[in-house]
Structure formats: C-alpha cells, structure tokens
C-alpha cells in the first residue's frame, strides 16, 4: 500500500489520511493493527506535507519580477490536465 501513495494525488492522500485519523480516534481498533494504520498516516502527512511543499517552490517562480505569470506545471504537465 505504502508504493501505492508515491502515486496518489495530494487530495488522494489526505483523504486516506482523514480516514486514517477518524478510525483511530474512535478507538475500536486493536493494538497491532492502530499501530500500523499509524505509520501509514504518518507516511501519508509526509506525503501531502512533500507536495505542499513542492507546490509552494513552484509558486515562488510563477510570477516573475516584472510581474509576468508563466504557466503552473505539476510533474511537467499543466495543471488543468
């Protein structure tokens, strides 16, 4: 599952995330298995945090100093696709 998340997309991950934190919570959930839905959430806050991240790299060159807006690109492909 975890080669799985390289592939999701960032709302992908945070929604297996949420999902991830509401089960926990609820506390139904024996020891072994808590502990390596854990993990899995951690890797997945990882995930959506390294995205962010990039997004943010990316925004900080969109517009250059003389106010000109060059296309987004995800991964080399526009964003709108």
């Known amino acids: 599952m ?8 960032f709302e992908e991950a945070l929604k297996q995330l949420e999902s991830t934190v ?3 919570e609820e506390g139904d959930v ?7 839905m854990y993990q899995e959430g ?3 806050s990882s995930l ?4 962010l991240k990039k997004v ?3 925004m ?8 000109e807006i060059k296309p987004l690109t995800v991964d080399g ?3 709108g696709e």
């Open 2 to 9: 975890m080669s799985e998340n390289k592939e999701l997309s």
């Open 22 to 24: 509401n089960k926990l």
């Open 30 to 36: 024996p020891l072994e298995k808590a502990l390596h």
């Open 42 to 44: 951690m890797q997945l």
């Open 48 to 51: 959506c945090h390294d995205k």
């Open 56 to 58: 943010e790299k990316q």
């Open 60 to 67: 900080d060159v969109i517009i250059e100093e003389n106010g």
């Open 77 to 79: 492909e526009d964003a």
